[in-house]
């Protein structure tokens, strides 16, 4: 079974950084394999962050993008997501996301607080 683990948020003011891990079990992440982050807003949908895809090519929200960086080590099976100069309409839990082929997994989210 699959389970992914995500970690590094937290309370920051605006303008700081925080690094976000995610941490796959019961499953090697493989280079052909699409990581990506999501973020749920209280009372808004989920939304996608981040992409990278198998070929290693990435995409962004317009929102994040300059701000925020994912990146993989598919040998700690980990993918991060490197937030910079945060803003407090970046408060969300975030979630990790792994697509190998037809199946989809999320980690159980982790809560990014930003304050004004």
């Known amino acids: 079974q699959v389970q992914l683990v995500e970690s590094g948020g937290g309370l920051v003011q605006a303008g700081g950084s925080l690094r976000l891990s995610c941490v796959a079990s019961g499953r090697n992440i493989f280079s052909t394999d699409t990581m990506a982050w999501y973020r749920q807003a209280p009372g808004k949908q989920r939304e996608l962050v981040a992409t990278?895809?198998?070929?290693?090519?990435?995409n962004y929200a317009d929102s994040v993008k300059g701000r925020f960086t994912i990146s993989r080590d598919n040998a700690k099976n980990t993918v991060y997501l490197q937030m910079k100069s945060l803003k407090p309409e970046d408060t969300a839990v975030y979630y990790c996301?792994?697509?190998?082929?037809?199946?989809?997994?999320w980690g159980q989210g982790t809560q990014v607080t930003v304050s004004s």
């Open positions: 996301r792994l697509v190998a082929g037809m199946y989809g997994y």
């Open positions: 990278m895809y198998s070929g290693g090519s990435t």
